[in-house]
């Protein structure tokens, strides 16, 4: 690489923002209908018990994602940018290569209070700390595959420059 790198970016595509927000609000709204819902069904004395509980869990498990993707659907498309000195996020943080130790993915997980977590991209640091850079649920398998690549590649280029001043 040379020392004239432009800004490279790990970017999401809007049709995808857009589908994924639509599942979500899809979701959610099943959940309020639910909770609405006037028939008792064949649930007896347990129907009211049942429809809250649907309806937490959707508002619980989708919600977030919901909120998160209504804002991400009309902001910049660009979740990771990075060039020869260091690696941003979107909400700003930053991270020069020399202090990376590893770069890993982290699949989809469940956090301590049972809430769904998106993949994201796990920065180890010298001092063995991490920072973790979400992808909000935008990207698709092959783009992340992707950008992991593209980060490990810019890493392994740049590890040994020191921020310029």
């Known amino acids: ?32 209908y639910l909770i609405l819902a006037p028939e008792q069904g064949e649930f007896g004395w347990f129907a009211p018990l049942y429809y809250v509980l649907i309806f937490v869990l959707s508002i619980w498990f989708v919600g977030p994602a919901l909120c ?23 909400d700003g943080r930053s991270l020069p290569w020399s202090d990376i130790k590893r770069i890993e993915v982290v699949e989809d997980t469940i956090n301590n209070i049972a809430q769904p977590v998106s993949r994201l991209y796990r920065f180890t640091l010298l ?8 992808t909000y649920h935008l990207l698709t ?5 992707d950008g992991a690549k593209k980060l490990r590649t810019a890493w392994s280029h740049n590890k040994h420059r020191k921020v310029e001043n």
């Open 127 to 134: 001092d063995r700390s991490h920072v973790d850079m979400s």
């Open 1 to 32: 690489m040379s020392d004239q790198q432009s800004m490279e970016s790990i970017t999401f595509s809007p049709s995808v923002a857009l589908g994924r927000f639509l599942i979500a609000l899809s979701a959610v709204l099943f959940g309020i």
């Open 141 to 145: 398998n092959q783009q992340f595959t």
């Open 68 to 90: 998160k993707l209504t804002v991400l659907l009309f902001a910049k498309t660009t979740l990771i940018s990075f060039d020869q000195y260091r690696v941003t996020a979107r």
